[in-house]
């Protein structure tokens, strides 16, 4: 019954075919894993930006801090390309503010 439905909804204006929900699917799980990706990052950077020592001071921590910086320049790199998508636009602008 529901497939009969969404056959005669898609024949009608192309809207709900079976491709574009799968595509538009895809796209909110692909933001959703940003998303969070972005809110760890950005948990893990608070952390040492808020500390009460300078992280200089102690190589672990300033090596873990230059590596979160560095995952978060790779993660906008391999994320720009799908700029395009309105939601993954407000993530990279979100990334780019944590820069």
């Not at 005669?8 to 959703?32: H, M």
């Not at 200089?56 to 090596?63: F, Q």
Request: aromatic content about 8%.
């Amino acid at each position: 019954m529901a497939d009969n439905i969404l056959q005669i909804f898609s024949n009608f204006d192309g809207r709900f075919s079976r491709e574009k929900l799968a595509s538009e699917d895809k796209r909110t799980r692909s933001c959703a894993a940003l998303e969070l990706s972005l809110k760890s990052m950005d948990r893990r950077i608070s952390q040492y930006v808020a500390a009460d020592h300078q992280i200089w001071s102690y190589s672990a921590d300033s090596a873990v801090f230059l590596d979160l910086i560095d995952d978060l320049i790779a993660t906008i790199g391999d994320w720009t390309p799908m700029v395009d998508d309105k939601s993954i636009g407000v993530c990279l602008v979100r990334a780019e503010d944590l820069m």
